[in-house]
């Protein structure tokens, strides 16, 4: 005799099932056993509903892996739907002002297939503010967007957006007191996101976008409670960080719960699982590591894609070139403008002499050192931060200067983890720094004069080199980036220079960018006259 349906043994089973709103998990199934409970509370995200006795968890591939393992039969829906789980090509964005590379558009479509929500971990370097903005390009109707990032790169995503995306309005907004505007975008720095929350709020942002997600690690902080309430009324949140998440998974459980929350709901188990929680006596120590493997194929089976700049290799060229805007410091801008304002007062009385004037051009020089001198000063605090925040994803930098005070301002905050070359290192310290910065794991960062190290040694240990100040002969740029860029050095070297915005720096890095054209001759270690430089300044004032 057939039992009744309600007394029948459930089958071992594991299927495709959809919420109410049409999202996707899986559907597990068994005769209860304490055997298997105690297998299934091992998947991540995995839920149990009472009132139907079954389990539920999110579909990922390390889900269903693990479920074939047991030996539970896997329904053929649930395995087409995994198959087609790999995201489509983007083959073209309209109005995307610049071509991406071909991994970029990966990422891209990466993000579409998740309907915009998911982490961009790329290796720093790799471009992911550029795949963000590709997919806000991509979906035009979603408006307005929120990014929220660290203060020292809020300059950057707008010269970005303005790079990369047509018919956008962007607001970047300052201080902690809300005013009123209008924006298709609106860029606002983490530190000020808690005075501003009601106002964002009140905007019914579509998109947010979290760049170096790393930074609402602690729960206890008012931007991570700032942020994990705003992500609450969108539909799309990105995270972008190029820290490795496997380095340092407790930094990491906010952000997965604002992109994904059903994937680890449990920070006790997430913890104990994957940040080899322990009692230490004063507490819970989750500082740790546990599981990586794992714990990668999760996210990259869910929410997560990540590339080295080793598996892109091919796609990319021997170096990148970015020009990074940094604010100046508040009190130091009106030092700055009077001291600009004398400079073209001076330039005017020179007029068309200056030229041919070998006086009127060393006076000049003098001048323009002036400016460039308060201009590196009054960024320093901004460039520290972007160091700090750079050397967070646990890839080595090397930094050039050409002051004695910039140098030295940097060893007294990195002191503890750089190293340095200026015309006070002798011949044989250089080398100890040299053999510590390209040895030694905990020597992450190398600062230089461009004269004393920007010629005769390798530090192929980095691929990231950073410019605090220029110097005036463009082939001494071609030399020091070449310090890691040479015979063993396999990576592509990303050259960062952090200029003052709207400065004598950013006039003089167009020059240098000019000449890379002729840079070409630069990059090739052709010279280019600094006499020429000074004049084409000079007249490029002469017209202020």
């Known amino acids: 005799m057939t039992q009744p349906s309600k007394y029948r043994i459930k089958p071992r089973q594991a299927t495709l099932a959809r919420y109410k709103d049409g999202s996707p998990t899986i559907k597990i199934e068994f005769p209860f056993s304490p055997e298997d409970v105690a297998l299934v509370k091992t998947l991540p995200g995995r839920k149990y509903n009472p009132d139907h006795r079954i389990w539920t968890c999110p579909p990922t591939k390390h889900a269903v892996k693990m479920l074939k393992e047991w030996a539970f039969v896997i329904d053929k829906k649930l395995l087409d739907f995994m198959r087609k789980a790999d995201p489509p090509p983007v083959l073209e964005i309209p109005g995307l002002k610049k071509k991406l590379f071909p991994f970029q558009k990966s990422g891209v479509a990466f993000l579409q297939n998740k309907d915009g929500r998911g982490l961009v971990g790329d290796e720093q370097g790799l471009g992911k ?266 890839e080595k930098l090397v930094v050039f200067a050409t002051h004695r005070f910039v140098i030295d301002r940097l060893m007294k905050d990195f002191g503890k983890v750089g190293v340095k070359i200026d015309g006070s290192v002798s011949g044989g310290e250089r080398q100890v720094a040299v053999e510590k910065f390209q040895n030694e794991p905990e020597t992450r960062l190398f600062v230089g004069n461009i004269k004393a190290a920007g010629v005769g040694i390798t530090l192929t240990a980095a691929s990231n080199v950073a410019f605090l100040e220029l110097p005036w002969e463009p082939g001494s740029l071609s030399q020091a980036e070449d310090r890691c860029h040479r015979i063993g050095q396999k990576d592509t070297v990303n050259v960062y220079y952090l200029l003052a915005e709207y400065t004598i720096e950013e006039k003089i890095a167009q020059l240098l960018d000019s000449k890379r054209k002729v840079l070409d001759s630069v990059l090739d270690g052709v010279e280019s006259a600094d006499e020429g430089m000074i004049m084409t300044l000079i007249e490029d004032y002469e017209e202020a």
């Open 129 to 394: 503010t550029i795949q963000a903005l590709a997919w806000l390009q991509l979906n035009k109707n979603k408006r307005p967007v929120i990014i929220v990032v660290p203060a020292s790169v809020k300059m950057n995503w707008l010269k970005e957006i303005r790079a990369w995306m047509s018919d956008v309005s962007v607001e970047v907004l300052q201080g902690k007191s809300p005013y009123s505007f209008k924006a298709d975008i609106i860029i606002i720095n983490y530190d000020i996101l808690n005075g501003w929350l009601n106002t964002l709020i009140e905007l019914q942002p579509k998109v947010i976008i979290a760049d170096e997600i790393q930074y609402v690690k602690n729960s206890k902080a008012k931007r991570t409670k700032a942020l994990r309430k705003l992500s609450r009324f969108t539909k799309n949140f990105i995270a972008l960080s190029g820290t490795p998440i496997v380095n340092r998974p407790v930094e990491f459980y906010n952000a997965i719960q604002m992109i994904n929350p059903e994937l680890f709901p449990n920070w006790q188990n997430y913890v104990r699982r994957y940040c080899a929680a322990r009692n230490n006596g004063f507490g819970l120590d989750v500082s740790g590591a546990s599981n990586t493997d794992e714990l990668h194929e999760i996210l990259t089976d869910s929410i997560m894609i990540r590339r080295t700049k080793q598996e892109v290799l091919p796609d990319l060229p021997d170096k990148i070139h970015s020009f990074f805007p940094l604010e100046m410091h508040p009190e130091m801008v009106i030092e700055y403008e009077e001291a600009e304002d004398n400079f073209i007062e001076w330039v005017q009385r020179k007029k068309g002499k200056a030229a041919a004037d070998r006086v009127a051009g060393a006076e000049a020089l003098t001048e323009i050192e002036i400016l460039k001198q308060i201009a590196v000063t009054a960024k320093l605090p901004a460039a520290i931060d972007w160091i700090k925040d750079f050397l967070d994803t646990g």
